[in-house]
Protein backbone atom coordinates (compact mmCIF):
# COMPACT_ATOMS: atom_id res chain seq x y z
CA UNK A 1 0.00 0.00 0.00
CA UNK A 2 1.40 3.51 -1.20
CA UNK A 3 1.50 5.96 1.24
CA UNK A 4 2.24 9.83 0.94
CA UNK A 5 2.72 11.94 3.64
CA UNK A 6 2.88 15.91 3.35
CA UNK A 7 5.15 18.23 5.69
CA UNK A 8 6.46 21.30 5.47
CA UNK A 9 2.60 23.55 6.28
CA UNK A 10 2.40 26.31 8.69
CA UNK A 11 1.63 29.78 9.29
CA UNK A 12 3.17 32.74 7.01
CA UNK A 13 2.76 36.41 6.71
CA UNK A 14 2.09 37.85 2.79
CA UNK A 15 4.87 37.82 0.51
CA UNK A 16 6.29 34.84 2.68
CA UNK A 17 7.75 31.41 1.10
CA UNK A 18 7.15 27.75 2.25
CA UNK A 19 8.53 24.12 1.26
CA UNK A 20 6.32 21.45 0.85
CA UNK A 21 7.26 17.70 0.88
CA UNK A 22 5.61 14.82 0.11
CA UNK A 23 7.01 11.64 1.74
CA UNK A 24 6.52 8.38 -1.09
CA UNK A 25 6.61 4.77 0.14
CA UNK A 26 6.72 3.54 -3.25
CA UNK A 27 9.27 1.89 -4.99
CA UNK A 28 12.09 4.08 -6.70
CA UNK A 29 11.76 5.96 -10.03
CA UNK A 30 8.06 5.29 -9.97
CA UNK A 31 7.18 6.23 -13.17
CA UNK A 32 3.92 8.36 -12.77
CA UNK A 33 2.66 11.90 -12.46
CA UNK A 34 2.76 13.56 -9.10
CA UNK A 35 0.88 16.77 -8.38
CA UNK A 36 -0.26 19.22 -5.23
CA UNK A 37 -3.75 20.56 -4.80
CA UNK A 38 -5.38 22.57 -2.27
CA UNK A 39 -8.32 23.05 -1.10
CA UNK A 40 -10.42 25.65 1.12
CA UNK A 41 -13.78 24.59 3.20
CA UNK A 42 -16.82 25.09 1.03
CA UNK A 43 -14.88 24.94 -2.38
CA UNK A 44 -13.87 23.07 -4.94
CA UNK A 45 -10.48 21.52 -4.68
CA UNK A 46 -7.91 22.98 -7.69
CA UNK A 47 -4.85 22.38 -8.97
CA UNK A 48 -1.77 23.72 -8.20
CA UNK A 49 1.09 22.06 -10.63
CA UNK A 50 2.12 18.82 -11.09
CA UNK A 51 4.81 17.30 -12.56
CA UNK A 52 5.33 14.07 -14.76
CA UNK A 53 7.91 11.34 -14.05
CA UNK A 54 10.60 12.73 -17.26
CA UNK A 55 10.03 16.66 -15.47
CA UNK A 56 7.52 18.04 -17.06
CA UNK A 57 5.63 20.15 -14.93
CA UNK A 58 2.09 22.20 -15.21
CA UNK A 59 1.02 24.87 -13.19
CA UNK A 60 -2.38 26.57 -12.60
CA UNK A 61 -1.95 29.72 -14.13
CA UNK A 62 -2.75 31.53 -10.09
CA UNK A 63 0.60 30.39 -9.52
CA UNK A 64 2.63 30.30 -12.24
CA UNK A 65 6.31 32.29 -11.63
CA UNK A 66 5.50 31.96 -7.97
CA UNK A 67 5.65 28.56 -7.29
CA UNK A 68 8.21 25.56 -8.14
CA UNK A 69 7.15 21.69 -8.70
CA UNK A 70 10.18 19.15 -7.73
CA UNK A 71 10.97 15.53 -7.27
CA UNK A 72 13.54 13.09 -6.23
CA UNK A 73 12.97 9.93 -8.59
CA UNK A 74 15.73 8.22 -6.38
CA UNK A 75 13.04 7.88 -3.56
CA UNK A 76 10.38 9.76 -5.27
CA UNK A 77 9.79 12.48 -2.64
CA UNK A 78 7.56 15.38 -3.68
CA UNK A 79 8.24 19.32 -3.03
CA UNK A 80 6.34 22.54 -3.69
CA UNK A 81 8.42 25.57 -3.40
CA UNK A 82 6.14 28.46 -2.58
CA UNK A 83 7.47 32.49 -2.75
CA UNK A 84 5.52 35.66 -2.82
CA UNK A 85 2.39 33.98 -0.89
CA UNK A 86 -0.64 35.87 -0.72
CA UNK A 87 -3.41 35.43 1.27
CA UNK A 88 -5.36 33.86 -1.43
CA UNK A 89 -2.77 30.66 -1.33
CA UNK A 90 -4.34 30.16 2.48
CA UNK A 91 -5.30 25.98 2.29
CA UNK A 92 -5.15 22.59 2.60
CA UNK A 93 -2.31 21.38 0.42
CA UNK A 94 -2.55 17.56 -0.66
CA UNK A 95 -0.01 15.86 -2.32
CA UNK A 96 -1.66 12.86 -5.31
CA UNK A 97 0.10 10.32 -6.89
CA UNK A 98 -0.50 8.36 -10.26
CA UNK A 99 -4.04 9.41 -11.22
CA UNK A 100 -5.31 8.16 -14.51
CA UNK A 101 -5.14 10.84 -17.25
CA UNK A 102 -3.04 13.41 -18.61
CA UNK A 103 -0.28 14.86 -16.21
CA UNK A 104 -1.92 18.16 -15.65
CA UNK A 105 -3.32 20.04 -12.58
CA UNK A 106 -6.86 20.32 -13.99
CA UNK A 107 -7.36 16.20 -14.79
CA UNK A 108 -5.65 15.74 -11.38
CA UNK A 109 -7.69 17.76 -9.26
CA UNK A 110 -10.42 15.53 -10.01
CA UNK A 111 -8.01 12.65 -9.97
CA UNK A 112 -8.73 8.94 -8.40
CA UNK A 113 -4.76 8.55 -7.62
CA UNK A 114 -2.98 8.14 -4.06
CA UNK A 115 -3.47 10.96 -1.95
CA UNK A 116 -2.14 12.13 1.08
CA UNK A 117 -3.49 13.24 4.32
CA UNK A 118 -2.85 17.34 3.68
CA UNK A 119 -0.65 19.99 5.50
CA UNK A 120 -1.68 23.28 6.45
CA UNK A 121 -0.51 26.49 4.56
CA UNK A 122 -1.99 29.65 6.35
CA UNK A 123 -1.12 33.03 5.13
CA UNK A 124 -2.00 36.32 6.87
CA UNK A 125 -1.91 40.00 5.95
Known amino acids: QVELVESGGGSVHTGGSLRLSCANS????????MGWFRQVPGKEREGVAA???????NYANSVKGRFTISRVSANNTLFLQMNSLTVEDSAMYYC???????????????????WGQGTQVSVSS
Open 96 to 114: QANWPGPCTVAVGAHGRGR
Open 26 to 33: DTPYASYC
Open 51 to 57: ISSDGRT
